[in-house]
């Protein structure tokens, strides 16, 4: 692969690899945090996720984004594009895709197109310190 060029489309698809190993050696980039996983379930610490964070979903190509509202709501969205499946990243109170300008709010309304649909949301449970992302109905 050394040397040879790649198309926007490869690159995009290889970015959440990369940002998962710049994370994990320290270098600039946005990480993941990795959550426990039971059975369909994804755990993580409340504290860990701040006001927002990308989740690693272990065995899938795109992490959720995991938020709270200013009122205080925990929400979790996939961050797969709903036009053609690029990752949306964080900006700011959207989520934005790289690849065709989508936006959606931070709760995976669509707010900018091509995109059609809404993110896919996942149910959110508080459980003493740590938030349950119930990702059990979720296709494989």
Do not use: K, N
């Not at 190993?21 to 600039?28: K, L, R, S």
């Not at 426990?36 to 959720?64: F, N």
């Not at 900018?112 to 996942?122: C, E, S, T, V």
Request: glycine content about 14%; overall charge positive; some cysteine.
């Amino acid at each position: 692969m050394y040397g040879e060029e790649i198309d926007r489309r490869r690159f995009v698809a290889a970015l959440p690899g990369l940002a998962a190993v710049f994370g994990a050696t320290g270098c600039a980039g946005a990480a993941y945090l990795t959550p426990s996983v039971g059975t369909g379930v994804l755990r993580i610490g409340s504290a860990e996720v701040g006001t927002g964070a990308l989740i690693a979903w272990p065995g899938r190509d795109r992490p959720i984004f995991v938020s709270r509202s200013p009122g205080g709501v925990w929400r979790a969205v996939s961050t797969r594009c709903t036009h053609r499946g690029c990752q949306t990243e964080p900006e700011g109170e959207r989520l934005v895709c790289p690849c065709h300008g989508s936006e959606f709010s931070r709760d995976g309304r669509r707010l900018d197109g091509p995109a059609q649909d809404d993110l896919r949301r996942f149910p959110v449970r508080v459980v003493a310190d740590a938030l349950e992302i119930d990702v059990s109905g979720a296709a494989r």
